[in-house]
């Protein structure tokens, strides 16, 4: 999502310039050189450039378009002005260099854009992407980029404080999350619920069709769909069979599964925190619809108001990016999400909420981030299942203890924070180590 967001703005701002533009060129570094081909960037990088964007793409489309450029060696940039592209010599894969050059930004996914008249440079922009499809300009920091600016009813800036402007307006956190959303986007309390219900429904989707589709996914490894099978299984069970205690746990696989095969397939997912972990909140929301009982609307717009607080503590504080921090700022902080969200969705405590956060990533800490041949696939797929799994259980602790616990959520991030910068680079998204080095036969 990252760099199709960075080329789209790249392109559009030099439609804005009016200039005569002869030739663009894409430098990737980093992680983003590294496990890129995986990742699907280039494709990106070409759809964007092509004034395509995450949110509007038509996925049936993309196939064609990134087909038609790589045969003609030709594109619409912005969708306006036709352009030689030519992938050999214009998009580079900088795979030996961790940053671009003169870049003050310290992050291993930095693009580099760059567009000219004849010799002429007419444009140079140096960007990154963080996680989630978020994007930190060239000496921009994070803190920068926080939408803090704008005026709450009730700022937080951590857990504790979460806690305590909640406890102090005696709102539940998804109360508290709702009014300032009414005040940062000027909705209205139905509107902002009729927007979550529609990113619920894009992910509903993305289930279904997960679920519906057999085959191989694309990239080499050769590995096959599962949720599909899984769910044939799971429905077939003849008439008269002792029901399987454990049924849930499978559906809550196929959820997971079926989300990140779609993912893998370049299919359409909502990013929850990001694209490789976009299948734990929405299993962990399907989950909540199916098993829990008395679950309704009112409990899944609970859950989602939730998880999102949850996540905005961990892109604040920390990083939701495995290329910074490896797959505990993935999966791990979706796990935390999603262990928030279905307390919230069954009615638990402000205090059991964060407790079921803090539970969730304290046993995902240290994961790294290291797929099979860059692909978002081994171990991707199944670590969304295994998450999801965490993540019910997390909360099924959570809501059985009393809220006092040892160890705050707060300080679980701070751990989970300062471990991924201790963790050595090749262990988050170079495919340089672990499975991806020890699978290399796959
Ligand atoms: S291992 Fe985790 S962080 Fe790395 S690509 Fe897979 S899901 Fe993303």
């Given at each position: 999502m990252g760099p199709m967001r960075a080329a789209c703005q790249f392109a559009r701002s030099l439609i804005a310039l009016h200039a005569s533009v002869t030739r663009v060129t894409v430098d990737l570094y980093g992680s983003l050189a590294l496990t890129g081909h995986g990742h699907a960037t280039d494709r990106a990088i070409l759809l964007g450039l092509s004034g395509q964007e995450p949110a509007t793409l038509d996925p049936d489309a993309v196939d064609a378009l990134v087909t038609s450029i790589r045969s003609t060696g030709r594109l619409l940039l912005a969708g306006r002005i036709p352009l030689d592209f030519r992938e050999e010599s214009d998009l580079r894969w900088e795979r030996e260099t961790l940053l671009p050059p003169g870049s003050r930004t310290q992050h291993p996914n930095g693009m580099r854009f760059r567009a000219w008249s004849g010799e002429t440079q007419l444009l140079e922009t140096i960007v990154f992407?963080?996680?989630?499809g978020f994007l930190l300009a060239d000496g921009e920091s994070t803190a920068q980029k926080s939408p803090a600016q704008a005026p709450l009813p009730h700022p937080f800036s951590s857990a504790a404080e979460l806690l305590d402007a909640a406890h102090r307006a005696n709102l539940r956190i998804d109360e508290l999350l709702l009014a300032n959303e009414c005040a940062l986007s000027g909705l209205t309390p139905s509107q902002v619920h009729e927007r979550i219900l529609a990113i619920w429904s894009v992910m509903d989707a993305c289930m279904q069709r997960g679920i519906a589709t057999e085959g191989i996914l694309p990239g080499g490894l050769k590995v096959r769909r599962r949720a599909h099978r899984l769910a044939a299984r799971l429905e077939s069970v003849q008439p008269?069979?002792?029901?399987?205690?454990?049924a849930a746990l499978d559906w809550l696989t196929v959820y997971a599964m079926a989300v990140n095969e779609e993912n893998a397939a370049g299919g359409r997912v909502v990013t929850a925190p990001t694209n490789g972990a976009a299948g734990v909140v929405p299993a962990v929301a399907r989950y909540y619809l199916r098993f829990v009982e008395d679950a309704d609307t009112a409990g899944l717009l609970r859950f989602f108001l939730t998880s999102a607080a949850i996540g905005i503590l961990y892109k604040e504080n920390a990083s939701i990016s495995g290329a910074e921090v490896g797959c505990q700022g993935e999966v791990g902080v979706a796990c935390s999400m999603a262990a928030a969200g279905l307390v919230a969705a069954r009615n638990g405590t402000n205090g059991q909420v964060e407790h079921a956060a803090e539970i969730a990533m304290e046993h995902n800490l240290g994961m790294t981030c290291d797929p099979i041949g860059g692909?978002?696939?081994?171990?991707?797929i199944e670590r969304n299942a295994m998450a999801a799994a965490k993540a019910v259980h997390a909360a099924r602790i959570a809501m059985q203890?009393?809220?006092?616990?040892?160890?705050?959520l707060d300080q679980v991030i701070r751990t989970m924070y300062l471990t991924g910068l201790d963790m050595q680079s090749r262990y988050k998204e170079t495919s340089l180590a672990g499975l991806a080095l020890n699978n290399i036969e796959c």
């Open positions: 992407s963080i996680g989630g008269g069979t002792a029901p399987d205690p454990l692909l978002v696939q081994i171990p991707c203890e009393p809220e006092e616990h040892k160890v705050s």
